[in-house]
């Protein structure tokens, strides 16, 4: 017989329909989804501005191409200038504060730095 004849009978939830059902679901797949991501190993990675090992001068020296100025000002913000903008000229890098030159807007904007407003 079915429910029509036992009206009385409260129809059961499937498991998964039941709040701690759902959470079982939800941290399974996050748990397959972590796994797949260590196990892929496709975290984004910074470009490499400065080869590892290198020596103060060959680090302050500038790859030919890489003509973006990354400065940091008096509050510690990091500002990259490039060729044309009005205090391009003007900026001087000095690597021992962490200033460096880039290669591409993108791999600044990427290493965390902001375009100069001017």
């Known amino acids: 017989m079915g429910n029509a ?3 009385w009978r409260k129809r059961r939830t499937p498991w998964w329909r039941t709040p701690k059902g759902r959470l079982a679901i939800v941290l399974a797949l996050l748990a397959i989804s972590s796994a797949a991501y260590v196990a892929a190993d496709n975290r984004p990675r910074l470009p490499a501005v400065h080869s590892y090992g290198a020596s103060s001068s060959e680090v302050a020296a500038r790859k030919v191409g890489c003509d973006i100025k990354g400065n940091i000002n008096e509050r510690g913000e990091h500002i990259y200038h490039v060729p044309g903008q009005e205090y391009y000229l003007a900026t001087r890098i000095n690597t021992a504060r ?3 030159w880039f ?3 993108w791999e ?5 730095w902001r375009k100069a407003k001017v």
Do not use: I, N
């Open 5 to 7: 004849a036992q009206p």
């Open 98 to 100: 962490g200033e460096r």
């Open 103 to 105: 290669c591409s807007e």
């Open 108 to 112: 600044a904007w990427w290493a965390g």
